[in-house]
Every structure is written in C-alpha cells, then in structure tokens.
Antibody, heavy 123, light 108 residues
C-alpha cells in the first residue's frame, strides 16, 4: 500500500520560505510513470495544483506560482520536497503531497494523497 | 484553454441518480479524474480514465465523456455520497495539471 506523509512547519512568517517534505512508502519515487505532486487548498476553497517532479528530475509548476516554486527529489530517503519562497498570508492553505500516475492513452489519475498539512503564514 | 468548469452545487434525492459535469478544452485530449472530498479529509479518486473505479469504490459511481465534457454519474445516491467532487486533468500542453472548481453534492 502506497502512503505519503507531509512534514514541515505549520507556521511560516511572511517573506520567508515555506518548506515541506513528503515521505513516500510502498513505492519508489524512482519509478517511471509517477509524477510526485504538490497540491494546496485554501480554507474553504478548491484544489490548486502547485507543481510536480518526475523521477527523472524534470519539474513543472503552476504558471501563477512558477517563479516561487522549487520541487526536488531525494531518492536516498524516498522523499520529495517543496519550497515556496516569499510567502504572504495568501499562501495560507492545506498542502497535500500526492502521486499522479500515468495509465496510458491520455489517462492520468492522482491515486495516492497525503493527509495534508495546514500551513499558516503569519507574523 | 487550461480551465475546467464545474457547477458549484448539485442536489439529489436519496436513492436517485445525479450527474456532475466538467467542461474544458483539454478533455478532448485527456481523460478526467474525479475526486471525492469529505470535510477534514484528503480527496480520493473515485473514477479515472475512460470509466475506471479504484478498488473499494462502489459501482454506483461511473464516468463518461463526450467532446469537451466529462460526467460523473452516481446511480442511487446514498447519504454518504454527500461531499465535494472535483475533476482534474492535464491541460492542452500535457505538462500542467488543472482542477475544476468543485461541485458540492447535497443528498436530500
């Protein structure tokens, strides 16, 4: 059974960098076909894709956040990480790490999710 | 377009059938995934691909697609189906993920 678990500070000061790590068990982050993904949800709002990293190390991120987002892999720890720089209170949200899997023929699905972690940006 | 559009809210009487829709240009190229989210929980996939249900998802959930519109149908809605439902796909470039705004399903 694949499991993902987010970890990191629950409180970040404005202008600082939000850093979260996702620990994956039950699957190797070096597996092809898997896109290791960060998603956030502002309180009471919908889901927003932040970005993903492929096992090869290639990354894509939401154009609205792109200049502030860094996603990296640590294959030795089977973890991937998110850094979001220059945060403001508008970045307060629940942050989820997840696995998107490509099933072929144009079919993707986010099949495993972490439980989510609430990050508050406040001084 | 990289957007997916959903109705904000839908209601259904207990035991009846409800359809939740998702529209977007990228759906002509990529299948949609449907996710159920209950309060305080992470989303969970209920339908993906042409019409695939993960293990443990009741067969009252089904999916279909035509042109730029995908649909999630719940046949015989149960009280436990009351939740927010999100659709998701890749955008037309294939490199970015996009989500619909979500549909709040109320079971009356």
């Amino acid at each position: 059974q694949v499991q993902l678990q987010e970890s990191g500070p629950g409180l970040v000061k404005p202008s600082q960098t939000l850093s979260l790590t996702c620990t994956v068990s039950g699957a190797s982050i070096s597996s092809g076909g898997c896109y290791w993904t960060w998603i956030r949800q502002h309180p009471g709002k919908g889901l927003e894709w932040i970005g993903y990293i492929y096992y090869s190390g290639s990354t894509y991120s939401n154009p609205s956040l792109k200049s502030r987002v860094t996603i990296s892999l640590d294959t030795s720890q089977n973890q991937f990480s998110l850094k979001l720089s220059s945060v403001t209170p508008a970045d307060t949200a629940a942050y989820y790490c997840a696995r998107e899997y490509y099933y072929g023929s144009g079919s993707f699905a986010i099949d495993y999710w972490g439980q989510g972690t609430l990050v508050t940006v406040s001084s | 377009s990289s957007e997916l559009t959903q109705d904000p809210a839908v209601s259904v009487a207990l035991g009846q059938t409800v359809r939740i829709t998702c529209q977007g240009d990228s759906l002509r190229s990529y299948y949609v995934g449907w996710y159920q989210q209950k309060p305080g929980q992470a989303p969970a996939v209920v339908i993906y691909g042409k019409n695939n249900r993960p293990s443990g998802i009741p067969d009252r959930f089904s999916g279909s697609s035509s042109g730029n519109t995908a649909s999630l149908t719940i046949t015989g809605a149960q009280a436990e189906d009351e939740a927010d439902y999100y659709c998701n796909s890749r955008d037309s470039s294939g490199n970015h993920l996009v989500f619909g705004g979500g549909t709040k399903l109320t079971v009356l």
